[in-house]
Structure formats: C-alpha cells, structure tokens
C-alpha cells in the first residue's frame, strides 16, 4: 500500500463576481439551491482576488482558518459543508477506482488561510471569492476533477459563480438534491473585450443586514419575490444571455439596470423591510440616468448588491467621461490620486451640456473611491511556492 | 317660465385622506380609472381642511381659480373636466325633470376660491381635498345630488375618496366608461374612536416626480405592479376592510406598513426608478419596527404616500410614548412648541429599555414639526356666509 503524504500545500486565485440577474431566496437553505438562476460578470484578478492557500497533513489537530490574518471560527457550518462536499468528491473519486499515488487520509485536518487584495470594509462580497478559491484549492489538494458547483455552492452561493472567468450563469436546477444545480460559463473573458467595470465604494453608514437573513425573511415575506422568480427571471436569464452574446451593450446595461432595482424592490416588499439603496446609492442612480439621458443612449449601467455599493458597467469609450462625470457630482475629499484605484481612467474635461445634465445637487465625499477593472478569468492555481500563505508548519507566515 | 338666479355661492369645506391600500396606476388616463381598488382613512377637518367657496354669476366672463389666494391656470385640462362632468350632471338632473326654482344656467362661468388649513409646502396631497371640495360646493350650487365620485375623480383621482368620512374605499370598478369606479364609505368617523394618526412633516430635499408621471411610467414599465394590481390587491382590499371592521388594530398596522412598502417597490421597478422615500423615511420605517419589536405587538404603523412625509397611524394608548419616541430620535431643532401641531398629546418620558431599543442614532431636525390627528368626517357646507372665500363680485375677499 502506497505510504501516505504527511503535508499538502495548494494556493490559488479566485476572482469576484457581479451579478447582473441576480440571486435573491433559496429554496434550500441547507443545500444552498436558489428560487432563481442568476447570471454575473467575473472581475478581473488583477484588481480584486481572494488568494487561498489550503494545507492538509497529518499533523495537523485540527481545521483551522485564518481570513486576512485573522483566526476565525473553522466550525463553521457553511466552512464545514464545504469541506464535507470536497472530502465526499474525494472519497467518491477513490471509490470510482483513481488511484492517487499518494491519497492524502481524508482523516486529516485541514488548515487554511485566505487574504483579499481589497478592503474587506469595501462591503465588496468576498464570500463568494473567498469559497470560491477555497473549493478550488481543495479540489486541487484532493485530485478532484468534477464540478466544484456544489462545493462553492455549500460555502456561499453565489460563490459558484466564481468558478469560471467572463460570464457565468448559475442554473438554479429542478432536483431537491440540487444536483443540477451548478455554474456555467455563458462566455469567456476575452468574449467582451470593450466592458469596463468600475466599483464605487460609498461611505458606509450603517451595517446592511446580512444576505443571508434578508433573503430568508424575503422568501417567508414577499409575494413579488415569488412572482420574479416564477414568471419573471426565465425570460430575464435568456434575453441576459443574447445581450451578453451579442454584445449589445445597450440591452445589456438596461436589463443589468431593471433586474438591480427589481431585486431591492423585493427587499422592500419583505417584512420588515429591507433597505440597501442609501441616500448616496439613488444619487448615483440619478447620475447613470442622466447621464445616458445626456448622450440619448445607454452608456452606463448601474447595479448595487446587498449594500450602498454601486457597480457600474460601461464599454471603454465612456469610461473616462463617467468617472469625471462622478468626480463632478461627487467631489471627493480624499487626495485626487487615492480616488482612482485600478486600471488607469485619463482624466477628461466635461462638456458644460453634460454638466448642466447632470445638474447642481454635489455630494462631497459621497464616493470614497472608484475601483476601475474589467472582465477577468476563474481561479488559478499558483505555482510559486513563495505564494503559500501558510508555511511547513501549517501556519500563516509572517506578514510581509 | 322662472328667472335665473344672478350669482349663487356655496362655500364647504372637505378633508384629505391616507390611503392605507395604496392607488397607483390607471387604466384609463382620461377618466382617471385606476388599475386596482384602493382604501383610505379620512382625516380629521379640525387639523387639515381644504375650503372652497365655488360661485356662479352671469356677469362672470370666464372660469377663474385661486387656490391659496393666487390664481391659477382655470382652463387646467383636470379642473375643466371636473366642470363638465358636474355640468353634465346638473343637465341631466333636469332632463330628467326635476325642477329648480331658481335654476342656473349652466352656460354661466364659476369662479373658485380654495384655501388649506395646512402649508402647501408640507407635501400632503391637498388635490384630494380640493377636488372634493369642488365637486362637493359645485353640486350644491348646481342642486346635484347623484353620486359625486367621477366628478372629484376627474379632477385627482384620490379626491373621489374625500366625498366620506371614516373609512372609504375607491372601487376600480369594472366598466370601460367608470361608471362603477366609485368611492363608497365602508365605516363612519365615528367607527374606531381610538385610531390616531400623526403626519411627520420631514425636511423636503427634492421636489419629488410628479405621481401622474410617475404612475403612469410605473404602469409601462413594472410587472411587479401589474401582479400586485391584479393578483394580490383584491385579497389586500378583502382583509383591510375586515381589519378595519373589526378594530382589529395588529392586523390593519402590519397590512398598511406591507402596503405602503410595496407600493414603494412597485416605484423601484419602474423605469427609471422612482424613490419616493428618503433617508429619513427610511429612518423613521426602522424607528417604528423598533418601536414594536420593544413592545412586541405592533402599536405604530407608518404608511408613506408619494414623498418623504411619513404617516403614523396608532390607538390612542400609544400616542403619547410614539411621539416621545420621536422627539428622541428626531430632536427637533425648532422650539419645542412649534414642533407638535394638532390634537394635544402629553409629554412622556420614554423607558430606558425603549431608548436602548431605539438606537443610539440621532437626526437632529430630520422631522420638521408633527401634526397629531384621528379619524373625520366627509365634506360639510358652510352655512355662515362670513366664510365664503368670494365677494359678492365673485373676486377672493381681502385675506385677513
């Protein structure tokens, strides 16, 4: 019998994602199966990534997790679901006849530790990065080949998303056993090259309730919930799909636009209610409208999450006249360069049509900074043993 | 054959009313029918009251309007259509022979005079009143005693709901031509004596989207209205007059503060999004959440029209401690007295345990003043001609 391996170290990337159908209710709360499929824009690593090292060993005492330095709890359940999924695809691998020259035990511990390349206080959801790139690293500790889907899925749902870079849906699936209810590519990163995506992070006022809870009380509570879900997303999911495929920008940033405001309309409609959009939130709204009202064209499209956030969408031509389009209304307090972060944005004068458009109301500060980035790829493997976050003995390694 | 009267002048007075299921959408545009039912409370006339004092002479040359003491536009698409449809049923009442006295010919102008008894600039609806008002005085000078409904309704269709004390419901009715689209009493004032309602007046930032403009593009764009119109309303009207005849006050509090909340999702769902609640609204909706998780039972219910004002319905056992609740959150930056307005309501100190439900959050001046109110009559005529509004030369008396 082939003598086991005492220490298995793998780091890798995963990226974020952005929903533009979004996922809001689960008919599973335990197996994490969504009341809607959703489809989301993967981000590009170069500006936001969750980087994973999971290590495996014998001597381990126990599952351990640092997120950003920091211990957390690793009894977690949505933590523990995850790693019983991987160890079950493992077993499952084993059983079907692979032989591992050297099987770990799937007794041993496991030891992970995960940092963000973005503030966490970004209200930027990292869960679904942070699962996303721990079920990958898992699965490359483990020789598991199959769909991660269900792996990602147990840890956050939306972190099934970030298994695949460019477009991907989530096909919320038919089965109670959720077995069909996984990730999709729709269309690689390379597909759209022109799409920009530029994050405003807004100043935080008070902690959002969590998504977890919101969409529970949603689901229990509201009556348009269910009616999207049922009779609304399909139709949604498909035409998302053609505008993504066509690259209709114009389709595609108006449909990003109405599934944002129908998904807080929802939260709205829960009891009690729910409220992500802050004051600075429909401000920004205002902005995209006038702005595309200004050119008489689709230009720019919002969508916010679970938070005060904003996400905006445009093609690379109408990057730099929104972000001073945002600058304008929005003076930022913060020194002028710490305001841009990401790909590099040419400033721009604006023209006094477009400043008349977008009217007199300021909100200084309102923005605290831009992340500029664009379409990116899935997970990665690192190869650079300088890249673990943990050392031999299992441990994160001294900060850098 | 009997001389016509030289100048007739009647002078009521008619109240607002807060619908508590929510109208919002027509389906026809022209005769102002709605798309679904709606229901509302009538408020007192002590506190907020429009007056009208209509006459009618052969010596005027032309329709004339002021409203507040400043004249208006009288050839107003919505004021004409309320004179026709009032005139149209003054000529029916005598074809179908019945005789006046002294009748007027209907070819005579009207000059109108309106007054509130509370400030425009307060953002509650005072066309429901005023168009009350008007139908109201233009029947009695026109000795019409049919309903009144499609008269008030042509001019603002809420005003339909003004014609009745108590509690009224609008129904949509069914008939292309809305001859059955009519507003009926379903209790009197005298019903549910401990109801109390307080209207915080919050500080206006922006002039909100008009509600004709904005239904109407709520109508074209959101599905989710066009479910709840169909689908969920008739149930909504069904339960909410139940509540309402029974006093059952958890039922009917929970059921308004569900109702306003999706009507103000329906507004999300439109395009572009209308967001008629501010950050204040929103603070005011958590306060009152707060207010009876502490209590556990609901004893607050806020119900918010199109604008930020927020409309408090409670029974007159937690007026008092409901106020107090709002003063502590909402210092008000005015001298104290200015700050409630309307029926007396006794200081209070709030318990320890309520503060610590409330949170530490402050919005000093967020709420301009408070008006504290309860349920009234419908449209009553003004016997004292001291208090018409007009001149014998049919021209606004000097303001006193």
Redesign the interface.
Known sequence: MASEKRLEVVTCTAPVNIAVIKYWGKRDEELILPINSSLSVTLHQDQLKTTTTAAISRDFTEDRIWLNGREEDAGQPRLQACLREIRRLARKRRSDGHEDPLPLSLSYKVHVASVNNFPTAAGLASSAAGYACLAYALARVYGVESDLSEVARRGSGSACRSLYGGFVEWQMGERADGKDSIARQVAPESHWPELRVLILVVSTE?KPTGSTAGMQTSVETS??LR??AE??VPARMAEMTRCVRERDFQAFG?LT??DS??F???C??????I?Y???TS?RV?HLV?RFNAHHRRTKAAYTFDAGANAVIFTLDDAVAEFVAAVRHSFPPELNGDKFLKGLPVEPVLLSDELKAALGA?RTPGGIKYIIATRVGPGPQVLDDPGAHLLGPDGLPKAAA
């Open positions: 008070r009556a348009l009616f999207r009779a609304l108006q636009m109405k405001n129908q807080h309309a929802t709205l409609d829960t009891f009690p209610p409220s959009l802050s004051d429909r709204i409208h109301d």
